[in-house]
């Protein structure tokens, strides 16, 4: 199984109060061309919020604390039956630095209540509202169609919310 990561950074626009969130057009790789929030797969030896933390800067330059990272859900994707993603979300406010572009994705601060779920994951609207109103989840997201996970057809979800992430399937939150 995969082991990933998600980070939603989230500011407050200083003219208007507009609750905004961070998220990034995916230039290659998985979910190529889709919105998404900066995040990718764990490397050996990481835990999952130094992976969020690493992928947020490699991805848009922003720096963030590992331990500022405040864990949003646990999310399982399935593929053909088979356990394919474990996905490790967070969000934070607390962060420092520009958005910048890279290789593998272009930032854009939007609007909590513009996220253009019809340009994501078909599960992302499932999931990110109640994520992004500072609820955390808990889901299996069931797909079919075989590989890569990003052709596959979302097919159906269960969802527990508002639950306790204080300890992680591998014991670090
Ligand atoms: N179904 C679904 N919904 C929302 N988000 C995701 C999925 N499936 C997923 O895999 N994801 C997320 C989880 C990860 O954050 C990315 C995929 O990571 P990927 O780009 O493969 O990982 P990197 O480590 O950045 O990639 P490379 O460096 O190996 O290119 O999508």
Known sequence: MIEATLCFPLRNRSDDGTDEVL????????GEGWYNGPGGKRETGETFRECAARETREEVGLEVEPAALEKAGELTFLLDGEGHT??????TRSFTGEPTASDEA???????????YDQMWDDDSRW?????EGRTVRGEFRFAGGEPLDEAAFVDHDLEWDVSLESGRDGSP
Not at 106 to 116: G, I, N
């Open 106 to 116: 272009r930032p854009e601060w939007v609007s909590v209540d513009e996220v253009p």
């Open 128 to 132: 990110l509202p109640g994520v992004l």
């Open 23 to 30: 998220l990034i057009e995916k230039r290659r790789g998985l």
């Open 86 to 91: 474990n996905c490790h979300v967070y969000r």
